[in-house]
């Protein structure tokens, strides 16, 4: 089945076109935007007018595509500024009928089920490797543990790349206070309210882990083939971040590997995912293009309502 997804979330909005067949996933176009949808949110309580107008530029031609490939089914899924914001449901309901999209909004526990799928839909589903598989979005980060064959339990914590920037960094380049700050709060929530049991290994999907081995592998353009599957150690995932929090944001925009467009929020996000290791005493992670959108698109294909 050939079918669209869009993930509207805090800090992007990405498409996927694939065909869908016994479980595999054929990309056909992918595209991603940054439209922070979620600036503000947190601490307004209100999705703002000038983000919502950027996702919709963005979903008009996203409609393009979506016609383009002739879909059987199109769906969108939305995630933690959308769930916070108390014109949230309204919003959604605007997009589905403007854009012709099976549109709602995800609760935590599913867009980190969500997440976990796709993330490990490529693994030998013998393989008993205990994973946690790390989501760092804008306004959220879902941690989730298990197998291939079985995942397991999973958390949406309140951390996010939009939402801890807006909170913390003000100073540009970031303020030493501001950064240490930052991943003392991530840090504790994260300790608070991870998941139960033990990881061997972290897949780290999203916007943030790609960004970092982009920028490790020095990509200029982006390689998608080359990032999916990079590894990269804490030790050397702490060099970046402190590479990076020592420029302006001015200076980011110009480090090979990183879009422009991420340079306001990549030090948060950096931050956000380290704290998330050190959090399970793990020693790195591997990068992986799939995530919530692979998963979403499996699941639309196999006929559950994911949006």
Partial sequence: MRVGVVDIGSNSTRLLVADVAEGRVERLARRTEVTRLGQGVDESGRLGEEAKDRVRRVLARYREELDAHSIGRAAAVLTSAVRDAANGPEFVAELGDAYGLDARTLPGEEEARLTFLGATAERDRADETPLLVIDVGGGSTELVLGTPRAPGAAVSTNVGVVRQTERHLRADP??????????????????????????????AVAGTATSLAAIDL???????????GHRISCARAEEILTGLAAQT???????????????????????????????????GFEASEHGILTGAALDLAAGDRTG
């Avoid at 991943?183 to 033990?198: S, V």
């Avoid at 200076?251 to 090979?256: A, D, K």
């Fill in 218 to 228: 020095a990509l200029d353009p982006y390689d998608p083939e080359r990032v999916h």
């Fill in 249 to 283: 944001e001015a200076e980011r925009r110009e480090v090979p590997g990183l879009h422009p467009d991420r340079a306001p929020t990549i030090v948060a996000g950096a931050a956000i995912l380290l704290a998330a290791l050190e959090t399970f005493g793990l020693d």
């Fill in 174 to 203: 970031p303020d030493p206070g501001e950064l240490a700050a930052l991943r003392a709060e991530a840090r504790e929530i994260f300790a608070r309210e991870r998941p139960p049991g033990a990881a061997a290994a972290a897949i």
